[in-house]
């Protein structure tokens, strides 16, 4: 089993560069589909599980998928399926994007439900009522959901009832090839759907209004294929600040967009951070102990879900009593158990958590339950006494590129233990078969 090992007490400084988004680079990849003409490049495309699993998913569509130092080329002249299989969508949920791009291409798509997962439920309707206004007919079996129309979809008025990010990517999609004009109300508004629209009117797609609560998307005939360079990733830029502040450090985060992480350091200045932002990233200097703070989670641009873990780590080493409030996803404190093995005190009620601060905080062996909770244990770690051991990398894999040197090039002492490949364990092995056979001879 791969395990990260983090020996706290150390302060971090120095400069760590912040990778392409994940969220950015997932749905960039499935609007690559619309291409029909030409190849599309994707530069700053990050290293990670999740892109390995899209890219992949596109290979079973019949894509031809070239992935190389951080650059993606994706030609989608030739799609030959319009289903994906289980084992992947399985794997991450921001496989269902692939739904819009292929409904509107190819007329058809089937695509098996993505499920809940351990943040929450997780309902795709919001996706599925903009592909029915669309005049997609919706079918449901067999745990696939089926989607096609005859001819092209057309332009419609949809009002989301959340503002979901994958819905709005999505419908977005999809209604770039449709007839007429389609109108998103209710739109989220997070830099990825800018990006994405971006990457989209690029490829000569008409999208307007994005980053705002009412996107407008007139439908073209056909979308080609174009280079783009991914928006740097704010979530892992953030995780990277944090650790500056934990660790009462001095850290640069080269990349990071200070626009694109207004709560986050809002929030963070409120607990007496000192955050320097310039125009090639932020600089976080942190003396302790900091302040305690009240925290909603929120859509974009409020404080987001995905650094909700991470804070809460920050605020269970500051001086006094905070309040989260998670208001995005209905079980996003799975963490906090983790957090209670290495003596963090925190009391979940519902939405809420109640965290005390001043915790001197201890290492121990923990779980990451999803993603951002394993970031948030390594975060823990770093101030921990001792040391602080958590499984569950196969979480952190999929939205944290090199984490282990990313911290240790900071200065922190945190390792990562992978089991040897079977095979290599065999051929090591070996010799000692050889002379014991020999022995027996
Ligand atoms: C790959 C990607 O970009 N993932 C991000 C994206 O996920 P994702 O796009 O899945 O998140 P959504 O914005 O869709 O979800 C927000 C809320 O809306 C609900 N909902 C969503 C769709 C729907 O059809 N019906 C419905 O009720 C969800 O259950 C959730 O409570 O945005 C989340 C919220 O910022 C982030 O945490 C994820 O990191
Ligand atoms: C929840 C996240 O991602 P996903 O939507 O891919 O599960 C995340 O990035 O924190």
Known sequence: MSKIIVRGGKRLTGTVKVSGAKNSVL????????????????HDAPPLDDVLTINRLLETLGIAVQYSNETIRVNAEKVTKTETPYELVRKMRASFLVMGPLLTRLGHARIALPGGCAIGTRPIDQHLKGFEALGAEIGLGQGYIEAKVDGRLKGAKIYLDVASVGATQNIMMAATLAQGTTTIENAAKEPEIVDL??????MGAVVRGA????IRIEGV????????????DRIEAGTYMIAG???????????????????????MEEMGVTVLPDENGIRVVAERPLRAVDVKTLPYPGFPTDMQSQMMALLMVSEGTSIMTETVFENRYMHVPEFEN?????????????????TKLV???VAATDLRAGAALILAGLVADGETEVTGTH????????????????GADVTRIDPQPVQEEIEEAAPLFASVQSSLA
């Open 27 to 42: 749905p960039i990849i499935a609007a690559s589909i619309l291409g029909e003409e030409g190849e599309s490049v994707i």
């Open 197 to 202: 629209a971006n990457y989209l009117n690029a």
């Open 211 to 214: 980053g705002t609560g009412v």
């Open 221 to 232: 005939e056909k979308l080609r294929g174009v280079k783009h360079t991914v928006i740097p």
């Open 245 to 267: 502040a934990i660790t009462g450090g001095d850290v640069y985060v080269e990349g990071a967009i200070a626009d694109h992480l207004t709560p986050v350091i809002s929030k």
């Open 342 to 358: 290495m003596r963090g005190q925190v009391k979940v009620d519902g939405r809420t958590a109640i965290v005390s601060g001043g």
């Open 363 to 365: 290492g121990a062996k």
């Open 395 to 410: 979480h952190i894999d999929r939205g944290y590129v090199d984490i282990a040197s990313k911290f240790g090039n900071l």
